[in-house]
């Protein structure tokens, strides 16, 4: 656990770093991305962007993607329209879960706020990450990867 910290205090770090002054999406979210999957390992890492009521693909890295989600379908749509993170164990125990990989096996979505994660703002994004193997995503993940988008909300929307 204590290892798992320690790459999210150097993840975070670098993330700060790497987007300080930016403000293109793109290369934001491509770099972000980026460094959250060589940090962390995990399969999958990509943003799906708010465009009425889809998301729409934006930068990831990671195998091909499913181009468009609607509001409240799969893991993705879900945490939006719940409003908030969404730890998935087994993909396949998710009702309605949309298998863009059929290698994915858990998930963490991640809302993407236009003010400070307070639930006030309005999300305009969510960041999805995929692992190959069950249960990869904890209360840890959680919580650190809040903090990463709230640091990406900040730098895009603040």
Not at 115 to 121: I, L, N, P, R, V
Request: proline letters at 3%.
């Amino acid at each position: 656990m204590e290892d798992k910290v320690r790459k999210y205090e150097e993840l975070a770090a670098q993330v700060k770093s790497l987007i300080a002054g930016e403000s293109n999406e793109v290369s934001v979210l491509a770099n972000v991305s980026a460094a959250i999957r060589e940090q962390m390992g995990f399969f999958w890492v990509g943003f799906y962007l708010v465009e009425g009521e889809q998301l729409v693909l934006g930068p990831f890295q990671g195998s091909v993607a499913c181009y468009r989600i609607p509001y409240g379908k799969g893991v993705c749509g879900s945490a939006w329209a719940e409003r908030r993170t969404l730890v998935v164990p087994d993909v396949e125990a998710f009702p309605g879960h949309i298998a863009c990989s059929s290698l994915s096996r858990s998930e963490i979505v991640v809302p993407l706020w236009t003010q400070a994660g307070d639930g006030k703002g309005s999300v305009w994004g969510v960041l999805d990450i995929d692992s190959t193997e069950l249960s990869t995503f904890d209360e840890t993940d959680r919580v650190w990867l809040e903090k990463i988008c709230e640091l990406v909300s900040q730098c895009l929307k603040g």
